[in-house]
């Protein structure tokens, strides 16, 4: 079956630009994951939906960085006025419930500000 | 989540088994150690996870310590497709993964 997608797979802004990234997660998954991986670093944790609820953002660097998951299942990744330092992969990952612990992940955006 | 311990980079004959190793002395009892790779310019995938039994699957064995303080994950016959970063995470039911920065395995021909 059809993993996580993301899109766009690469995206350049000038600093100071909005951008958004999408996530579909694994039809029928209920928690969903967005993380930061900086280049030769692992990935590292940003926020977490449990369905459309927003229960913990506390790996959210600033302000300027807001996700989103309004029906439950596609989710945004918002960063406003993008920063040199914003320059990352982000990553998405989905899993099956609560109880669950496996995560599966997507390919990734490449985002780079220049 | 209890903090893990994996040697930078480690090198493997094509066709042998890549013994990668993992130590997480602060694990407490009801933490699980999960292992995944991230092959270039691809999201992390998922290997194996285990509680306290050695577990087998498709893509490799899984070694944990009798006092669960370390472990092992054992690629049984590597290829050069298993060039990647490999990953220990230990974490409880709670959500996230703490990756750290991961063991570089090459695999050479």
């Known amino acids: 079956g059809a993993g996580v997608s993301q899109s766009p797979r690469y995206k350049v802004a000038k600093r100071g630009q909005d951008v958004a990234l999408r996530c579909d997660p694994i039809s029928g998954h209920v928690s969903l994951f967005w993380y930061q991986q900086a280049l030769g670093q692992g990935p590292e944790f940003l926020t977490y939906f449990q369905n459309e609820a927003q229960l913990d953002k506390s790996g959210l660097p600033s302000d300027r960085f807001f996700a989103e998951r309004p029906e439950g299942s596609v989710s945004t990744l918002k960063i406003q006025r993008t920063q040199q330092e914003d320059s990352a992969v982000y990553l998405c990952a989905s899993r099956t419930g609560t109880n669950a612990n496996t995560q599966y992940f997507g390919p990734g955006t490449r985002l780079t500000v220049l | 989540d209890a903090k893990t311990t994996q040697p930078p980079s480690m090198d493997c004959a094509e066709g042998r088994a890549a013994n990668l190793p993992c130590n997480h002395s602060t694990i407490s009892g009801n933490e699980y150690v999960y292992w995944y790779r991230q092959i270039h310019s691809q999201g992390p995938q998922y290997i194996i996870h285990?509680?306290?039994n050695n577990e087998t699957n498709e893509m490799a064995s899984l070694i944990i310590t009798e006092d669960r303080k370390s472990s092992t994950l054992i690629l049984p016959h590597a290829t050069l497709r298993d060039t990647a970063v490999y990953y220990c995470?230990?974490?409880?039911?709670?959500?996230?993964?703490?990756f750290g920065t991961g063991t570089s395995l090459t695999v050479i021909p």
């Open positions: 995470i230990v974490r409880s039911t709670g959500n996230q993964f703490y």
């Open positions: 285990g509680l306290k």
